[in-house]
């Protein structure tokens, strides 16, 4: 039961970042209207676009390899050995297999502790930038608030005959509106530096299933770079992906 119980904590988790990964991306689209009118903004949310795109990329292709090349291959062959099997001991012997296999591939061996530690921090780094983001929009909707009630109540001065706002609540309003733009920079360096670090424990991670005996995991690499960002940056994957990507054709 141990090693059913870790199997399901590893899926469980892989399954979380999928659901922070859409909340992320519901968040993306409901906020993206309402901060049209918050020009100043445009540089730091296309920030968070473009990583939150990279982690969604790296999820899926993490789910489509513990989905179908983890369990659904792990289970045809229990089910053929099952078949073929000609008394309990065999059958014993073929879910001792499978339960191998799935533990290997799920990189819950110990053969596969580094590769497991560099994704469990990728994990991290989701859920720190969904905390980041989070932050961003409230600190940006406060802001919208404020001016949309700085306007409305000018444009119910105007309606009731007097005067906008008096000079005094005009300065107050540009300061305060000056001090929000002036934190923006700071949001652009956090999701900078989320970036950097998300990036480079991606680029490790992909250099350690290069060296993987399981051609599975070799080839993972492969499709989580697939337009080879991350070789253009790490020398090291350059001739592993590309004497991968040979064998792999002509094992076809």
């Known amino acids: 039961m141990g090693h059913y119980l870790r199997v399901f904590n590893f899926l469980w988790r892989a399954k979380r ?3 922070t990964l859409t909340d992320i991306w519901k968040g993306q689209m409901c906020n ?5 009118t918050m020009p100043e903004l445009s540089g730091v949310l ?22 179908f090349e983890v369990l659904e291959c792990s289970w045809d062959e229990l089910w053929n050995r099952v078949q073929q099997a ?3 001991d065999h059958i014993i012997a073929a879910h001792d297999l499978f339960l191998d296999s799935v533990i290997s591939r799920c990189l819950l061996d110990n053969s596969s502790r580094n590769l497991l530690n560099q994704l469990r921090a990728i994990f991290d780094q989701i859920i720190e930038f969904q905390s980041a983001q989070d932050s961003l ?42 001090e929000f733009q002036e934190t923006i920079p700071k949001m652009r360096s956090q999701l900078r530096i989320l ?10 991670f992909l250099v350690l299933l290069m060296t993987s005996t399981d051609e599975s995991l070799r080839f993972l ?17 350059r001739a592993s ?6 064998r792999r054709q002509s094992n076809i």
């Open 241 to 246: 992906l590309g004497t991968n990507r040979g």
């Open 86 to 88: 000609q008394d309990l």
């Open 46 to 67: 296309h920030q968070c676009h473009i990583l939150a795109s990279e982690m969604v990329h790296f999820i899926h292709q993490m789910q489509y390899y513990i989905t």
């Open 32 to 36: 993206a209207k309402l901060l049209k």
């Open 137 to 178: 929009y409230r600190s940006a909707l406060e802001e919208l608030t404020l001016r949309l009630q700085f306007e409305e109540k000018k444009q119910q001065k105007e309606t009731e005959g007097q005067w906008g706002v008096t000079a005094e609540l005009e300065a107050e309003e540009k300061k305060r509106i000056q």
């Open 221 to 237: 690499s492969f499709r989580l770079d697939f337009n080879e960002h991350y070789k253009a940056r790490e020398p090291r994957l």
């Open 195 to 204: 970036t950097h670090f998300y990036q480079n424990i991606v680029q490790q």
């Open 17 to 19: 970042m999928e659901y």
